[in-house]
């Protein structure tokens, strides 16, 4: 019997043994296959193998162990039937089943393919079109400012014609400017025209009197051409042709010679900018011109100005420009025809009395309309006189492609019409629509079309790639599972005839209640592990989604949340860092408005990107930008959307730059993006606590950091991660290898690469980069400054647009300053009419004094009027008369014109001491660290605590407008090598302040022209004013001189006697010298401000410094070369002036934390320069040689080159021959 039991219990494992073998075989087999098929595959082979609960017998009781012997005798033969009938009738399903599994894959696999070709392909169009229309806004709104600049700068011209012959009593057409290139010239390069011309109205009855006129006043072609070339002389006789003019007007006859003139009214050419090759061009009679015949009687009926057709230029070659020039007169070109009146805008009763005609080059005003990066936009500029021409955009070139409409008809559905150019008649009044209609004068509007090689940067075979794939992945399925099918049922054959030879011994071992209870708890832990990993991404989601925990989640005990912290991995992401390079030396001659202003104005552009890519914005940290992709949704194409997304935000930072630059100042346009990516997983989470956040983790946020910080402006730098990404996408062309290496702090050599945006301002740097650097010591910003003189060449074309922005930003700051002047006036209730406007004559000095002699020890400023501080009403209330807004920008404009070209001593440098003016006098007037009682004490505290200067706006105004007109006129030599060459200035300054003191007068003078009378009475009212307003404006600007010893004493006594413990004076005396005394070396203070701000930008503006002297040294007006001293003397400067000077802004307490501010920048340049000086100037020196071999190489000048002194690397020129017939 024990045999017997031990053998059948033999029988039974073994049997159990075979089956768990063989299934567990199956199931592994199973899951190493795709789920779809193993689900198959296990139907097929549980049905296989489902006889074997057929011949089991079940029991209500769990615990019975009994089998029914008899019953199941009974029922054998019975059950061998059934389950037969049963297989084959399964079998039959089975295979039903098997064809429609195999004929869905396959089915399913065309479908899928289709799908998800139309799906990439459906993306990557929108997101060209998308950025197609990014461009095409951009077109719009540049192509409108520069246009509107250039006809801004005719007009303006066209004021200063009418403004002139008013203060010379003079009358049309009698009338000339003498320094036409300078205003001209001005006017010319504002407006981006090759040619500008003035042609007066002359009538039949003046015609004799204007030949003789015109002969004896054609000296301005002499002057101008002095203006032109610096007074060199052998320039002049090179380049220009000489004689004398053509008294005569005349025109060409049929023949093409000269003739007497006929056309009526008579339009001679008086004034050119550049001036004339030949002389012979002057009195030429442009009424023969058939274009100016049908032009003129509709500018003069709309008073406004008018645009030729396109017309064939090339022969002003051998008149206006000299044939030798490198002048292109190819490509289209229309005139410019702007009227001149005889009386200012606003005037009644006034009349055309000329011209100011200007070559209009299409070329120039369609350039610097995109970003570098941007390629294969096309422009089709059509006007209603029937023409068209073509352009291609490659970023800020813009090629001529040839006349007529040249697009391609394939992209007619996507053209974009812009008409709001600037230069269509649509907004004009109905003389101009008339006339534009009949084809009297030409309305300009552009065409714009993508091309295939805009497309080709947004499309790739990808989808192709990817639907072949998909199509060969489900073939690849089909394949497996039949070969998986065909294995499975032979193996099933052998297992189901194992399997019924032990079919009794399985089903009394394994009842079926009990398997199907172990099978229900194992599916229930798998559910259960799904819910709670299902449930920290949705709990994750929701914080996204509400902005913050759920109230259960912030739930604690002593130490711990009660609940799981709200976290999870994410695989598959991608990182951006982009970081605003040159923002810290940017923002350190800010005010914190304007600070906020930018980076508001920016990252809300950045964030409106981020949703229209489905980009997810992390945070924000000082400067620095991080976004995710990946997350919280997961997503295929985070690489690609990643970097779509940062060239977007790359584009939009080229355009708000260059428009913000009106309203933040100088530099602001300079600023740019540098960006880094990188692609792995990271955690992301909720830190909770009293301001919870969300936040990633891991190395790929330092790796990606890391990509940011060791980059280069402009640039968008990636590592080898998410380039393998790119590449797998398809996006190959996307980038390039960094042919640097990258050393990054932690992480070692790494292989970076840059996506293809263009090209970029800066340079990729060689040698090894590193990240261990910290924050302040950007690699990016100290080439961008070190090889900024290198990019004067690159630069030199926007430097026109970016001094019209400079403009409009000084006037900006002016005009605010108006308003509160106004404001104050009407709320002490002075605004009304007066019969005797103060003149000129009421400051005018003794016959043989100087500006110099005006300097006052005090200026006595208003005394607090408490009725009128309870009155004071918001400037923003104020509408200034449009007179008056128009008459100081050009005042502004012509300020600007009158600066010249020195590296230094520049309208930006100008610029850069207004700001800084403005920005310590919104420190004066609301200091931070006064506490006020209350609202109404307010006033009255910052009065008595400013000595004054709040109180009075008529001395804000002053200060601003002396810092914009310290330098105007400044030669770029100082004023010991002035007097040394006995100038025609020093010696009538006395040899004293000579450049400052001639600032003053050109400035002023300029001010008392008529043309500005609307603009004096803004300024000032009564006599006590324009008085205290002269005296403000001679003590800032005289302040400046900083070289002068004894003026320099007699300003530390003055400081010393008002700031002395005990000084005598009385409290008014005191009051008034203080507030002189500040105001002299806030002005001081401004003027030397780079030294008290950023490193970098103390950088720049010593690096132009250095420039200026070098030139003056190497033309022979300086005797040391600025090498020799540069180091030293900069130490000395720190130790003797700036820092003193710095100490006294904080000591006089009127400027808030903006003294500390500047106290610290000084000292810590100062020691920067220690550390670095002498690598400094090696820099310098090397970067200041490149520079001028470079220019005098262009005109043939042999330079000799000497090694740098005190042992500093590089070489300078210090020695030019100049051959016969070279020019210097």
């Known amino acids: 019997m024990n045999v017997a039991n031990a053998a059948a219990n033999a029988t039974v494992h073994a049997a159990s043994a075979t089956v768990n073998a063989t299934v567990n075989v199956a199931n592994v087999a199973m899951r190493a296959t795709l789920k779809p098929l193993a689900m198959v595959g296990q139907a097929l082979f549980t049905s296989g193998i489902g006889d074997f609960d057929s011949g089991m017998i079940s029991s209500d009781d769990e615990d019975s162990t009994v089998f029914d012997v008899e019953g199941e005798g009974r029922s054998r033969g019975v059950d061998a039937l059934t389950q037969t009938l049963m297989a084959k009738k399964e079998t039959r399903g089975v295979n039903i089943w098997r064809a429609l599994v195999l004929l869905s894959l396959l089915a399913a696999g065309a479908t899928t393919s289709v799908f998800a070709y139309k799906i990439l392909n459906d993306e990557a169009q929108e997101d060209f079109e998308y950025s197609y229309e990014l461009f095409v806004r951009t077109i719009e709104d540049v192509g409108a400012v520069q246009i509107m600049n250039g006809l801004r700068g005719c007009a303006s011209l066209a004021e200063q014609m009418a403004a002139n012959a008013l203060a010379n009593n003079e009358t049309f057409p009698f009338v000339t400017l003498q320094d036409f290139e300078l205003l001209g010239g001005h006017a010319r390069r504002l407006s981006r025209l090759d040619v500008l011309q003035y042609t007066p109205i002359v009538e ?56 007497r003139a006929v056309n009526q009214p008579l339009l001679p050419i008086w004034h050119i900018s550049p001036p004339p090759y030949s002389p012979s061009i002057i009195n030429f009679n442009m009424m023969s011109e058939l274009f100016i015949q049908r ?54 009763g006034r009349k055309m009395s000329g011209l100011i005609q200007g070559v209009f080059p299409w070329q120039k005003y369609l350039e610097n309309l995109l970003p570098n990066g941007v390629e294969g936009v096309m422009i089709v500029l059509e006007n209603s006189c029937g023409q068209a021409f073509t352009y291609i955009l490659n970023g800020a070139n813009a090629t001529y492609l040839g006349e007529g409409d040249l697009h391609d008809s394939d992209w007619n559905s996507m053209k974009e019409r812009l008409v709001n150019t600037g230069l269509g008649f649509s907004d004009f009044d109905e003389v101009h629509q008339e006339q534009a209609a009949s084809g009297l004068v030409c309305s300009y509007w552009f065409n714009v079309y993508p091309t295939n090689q805009l497309e080709s940067q947004y499309t790739s075979n990808l989808p192709i790639v990817v639907a072949c794939i998909v199509a060969g992945t489900f073939f690849l399925m089909a394949t497996t599972f039949f070969m998986y099918d065909r294995f499975v049922r032979k193996r099933n054959a052998k297992v189901v005839k194992a399997a019924t030879q032990s079919n009794k011994i399985v089903e009394s071992l394994f009842p079926s209640n009990v398997r199907d209870r172990l099978l229900a708890e194992e599916i229930e832990a798998e559910k259960r592990e799904v819910e709670q990993q299902q449930g920290t991404q949705t709990r994750l989601k929701n914080y996204l989604a509400n902005d913050g925990p759920a109230a259960g989640d912030m739930e604690t005990d002593d130490i711990m949340y009660k609940t799981q912290p709200i976290a999870d991995l994410f695989p598959e992401t991608s990182i951006l860092f982009a970081d605003i390079a040159g923002f810290t030396a940017w923002s350190s001659a800010r005010e914190p408005s304007q600070v906020f202003t930018l980076l508001e104005t920016v990252y809300r552009a950045f964030d409106e990107i981020a949703t229209r890519r489905r980009v997810f914005k ?12 990946g997350l919280p949704e997961p997503r295929i194409d985070h690489a690609v959307a990643m970097v779509r997304f940062a060239k977007d935000c790359m584009f939009k930072m080229q355009v708000l730059t260059r428009t913000l630059e009106v309203s933040l100042g100088p530099d602001t346009a300079d600023l740019a993006m540098r960006m880094g990516i990188h692609s792995g997983p990271v955690t992301a989470g909720v830190l909770r606590g009293e301001r919870s956040r969300f936040q990633l983790f891991g190395d790929t946020m330092n790796t990606a950091s890391r990509m940011e910080s060791t980059g280069i402006r402009e640039h968008i730098q990636i590592s080898q991660d998410t380039a393998d990404l790119l590449v ?229 105004f002053a200060c601003v407008l002396s810092a914009l007109i310290h330098d105007v006129d400044h030669t770029g030599v100082p004023n010991t090598q002035l007097v040394k060459e006995n100038t025609r200035i020093a010696a009538y300054y006395g040899g004293r302040s000579v450049a400052e003191q001639n600032s003053v007068d050109v400035a002023w003078d300029l001010l008392f022209d008529d043309h500005y009378e609307k603009l004096r009475q803004t300024i000032y009212t009564t006599k006590e004013e324009l008085q205290r307003f002269r005296k403000l404006v001679v003590n800032s600007v005289m302040a400046t001189d900083i070289m002068d010893k004894e003026l320099k004493a007699l300003r530390n006594a003055r400081w ?40 970098h930008i103390y950088r720049k503006w010593n690096a132009k410094l250095f420039e200026e002297m070098y030139k003056a040294y190497v033309e022979g007006r300086a005797e ?42 000084a000292e810590r340049n100062r020691k920067e320069w220690e550390m670095r000086g002498q690598e400094v100037v090696s820099e310098l020196i090397e970067n200041v040689n490149k520079i001028y071999q470079s220019q005098l190489a262009k005109v043939g000048i042999e330079v000799e080159a000497l090694e740098a002194p005190q042992g500093l690397q590089g070489a300078i020129p210090t020695n030019i021959t100049i051959d016969a017939g070279q020019i210097t």
């Not at 070339?229 to 023949?255: A, C, F, K, M, Q």
């Not at 001293?1125 to 100490?1143: H, M, S, V």
Request: with cysteine; hydrophobic share 40%.
């Open 204 to 259: 039949e009855a003046d015609v004799e009197e204007w030949a003789n006129y015109s002969a004896l006043n054609q000296g301005w072609i002499e002057r101008s051409r002095e203006l032109a070339t610096g007074g060199d002389s052998l320039l002049i006789n090179t380049v220009y042709e000489g004689g004398n003019i053509n008294p005569d007007i005349w025109e060409r006859g049929e023949s093409g010679s000269p003739i």
């Open 1056 to 1095: 010393d006697r008002a700031f002395a413990e005990g000084a005598m004076d009385g409290y008014l005396s005191t009051v008034n010298r203080k507030a002189t005394i500040v105001i002299e070396h806030l002005i001081q203070a401004s003027d030397v401000a780079h030294t008290m701000q950023h490193w």
């Open 295 to 348: 032009m003129f009687p509709v500018v003069q009926a709309a008073s406004s100005f008018g645009l030729s057709e396109v017309l064939d230029v090339s022969r002003l070659r051998s008149t206006v420009v000299s044939p030798d020039s490198e002048w292109d007169e190819s490509g289209p070109h229309s005139i410019l025809l702007v009227p001149v009146f005889d009386k200012l805008t606003g005037a009644e």
């Open 618 to 629: 992390v945070e924000t940290v000082g400067d620095c930008y991080v976004a995710a992709t």
């Open 1120 to 1161: 040391k070369n600025p090498a020799d001293f540069w180091y030293k003397g900069e130490i000395g400067f720190f130790d003797f002036y700036i820092i003193p000077l710095a100490k006294k802004l904080k000591e006089c307490g009127v400027f808030g934390v903006s003294s500390k501010e500047y106290l610290n920048y």
């Open 728 to 956: 797998a996408a398809g996006k190959n062309s996307w980038i390039r290898p960094r042919e640097d290496v990258v050393v990054a702090k932690g992480k070692g050599e790494m292989q970076t690469y840059f996506v293809q945006v263009g090209k970029s301002k800066g340079s990729e740097r060689t040698g090894t980069a590193t990240a261990s650097m910290g924050d302040e010591a950007d690699v990016s910003e100290v080439s961008e400054v070190s090889e900024e003189p290198l990019e004067e060449e690159v630069m030199k074309p926007t430097a026109s647009a970016k001094i019209a922005r400079l403009i409009d930003w000084n006037v900006d700051v002016l005009i605010r300053l108006l308003k509160t002047i106004v404001a104050h006036r009407r709320s002490k209730g002075e605004e009304k009419a007066r019969e005797a406007f103060p003149s000129e004559e009421d400051f005018s000095r003794s016959d043989g004094t100087t500006v110099l002699d005006e300097v006052v020890e005090q200026i006595a400023l208003p005394e607090f009027d408490q009725a009128a501080a309870k009155e004071q009403m918001s400037p923003d209330k104020v509408a200034l008369d449009a007179a008056t807004e128009t008459q100081l920008y050009e005042y502004v404009a012509a300020i600007a014109a009158m600066y010249r070209d020195n590296p230094f001593h520049n309208f930006e440098h100008a610029s850069h001491v207004t700001m800084s003016v403005s920005k310590l006098m919104s420190r004066i007037v609301a200091p931070s660290d006064l506490d006020f009682q209350s609202a109404a004490a307010k006033n009255a505290e910052l009065h008595d605590h400013t000595y004054g200067i709040t109180s009075d706006p008529l001395t804000q």
